[in-house]
């Protein structure tokens, strides 16, 4: 075992992704990383994907204005980002950090888990490339699309059975459109 500040700590990365289980309305999100044989799987929010999703939108274009070139000449990674199964969850995500490395073109994500105040957290960090990072930032909206339909009027999800929208206050009931 290494003297690791993180109780999982793995560089470089062979695998990152972020996926679901569950049917729409019930999913579960997993942020998943690995290692050759050693994956870790981490619970966290559709809100928190998006966050991460939007993150490192922003990270990777610091990274171009700063040095042209140095994200725009690389393809996002490519290949399957399915979750690798079994999913086991470590522990639900309560914050999660991203930062750079550019002279290494790595990309850090710093997890702590969501724990009680008066415990101590688990923490991970993950160390992605630049096209690791490229292939989440295409992937997680493609990912969160797959969920219920968002009401137009509102916003919220809508369940298969329809929506009483309160922004029509509960009186005119939004159908699902045919194929969303």
């Known amino acids: 075992m290494d003297d690791s500040q993180y109780d999982y700590d793995l560089e470089p990365l062979s695998f990152l992704t972020v996926g679901t289980q569950g049917p729409p309305g019930q999913r579960t999100f997993y942020l998943q990383a690995a290692q050759g044989a050693q994956v870790v799987s981490l619970e966290f929010e559709k809100q928190q994907a998006m966050a991460l999703a939007v993150g490192l939108r922003r990270l990777l274009a610091n990274i171009e204005d700063e040095a042209p070139g140095a994200v725009s ?11 690798l199964q079994p999913v086991a969850p470590a522990f639900r995500i309560g914050s999660l950090g991203i930062g750079v490395d550019e002279a290494q073109a790595h990309v850090f994500l710093v997890v702590r888990a969501l724990a009680p105040e008066d415990e101590p957290a688990q ?33 919220e999800p809508m369940d298969p059975a329809g929506h009483r929208c309160p922004r029509r206050n509960g009186h005119a009931k939004v ?6």
Do not use: M, W, Y
């Open 123 to 155: 923490t991970a960090r993950f160390v992605a490339s630049i096209e690791q990072a490229l292939a989440l930032v295409e992937h997680i909206p493609k990912v969160v699309e797959k969920g219920r339909p968002e009401c137009p009027a509102c916003g």
């Open 175 to 180: 159908e699902p459109e045919a194929g969303g």
């Open 73 to 83: 000449k690389r393809e996002a990674a490519r290949g399957n980002l399915d979750l």
